[in-house]
């Protein structure tokens, strides 16, 4: 399986998008009481455009 990098320009760091799309989905209440902007740094907005990208590439697949 290939990894996948997100990298938060605003304050440059990476995380591993499958840590990422995991977080959101499991506790995708989290994103409302900002807990995963807390930890990623995005806002859910931001996060949700992650996941567009992520799910329109395994589409394409």
Do not use: A, P, W
Not at 4 to 31: A, G, P
């Amino acid at each position: 399986m290939d990894e996948y990098i997100v990298i938060n320009q605003s304050n440059n760091k990476c995380y591993n998008v499958n840590e990422l799309v995991f977080d959101v989905l499991m506790y995708s209440t989290e994103i409302k009481s900002h807990k995963l902007e807390k930890k990623y740094g995005f806002d859910d907005i931001q996060i949700q455009r992650v996941l567009d990208k992520i799910y329109g590439k395994l589409n394409e697949s």
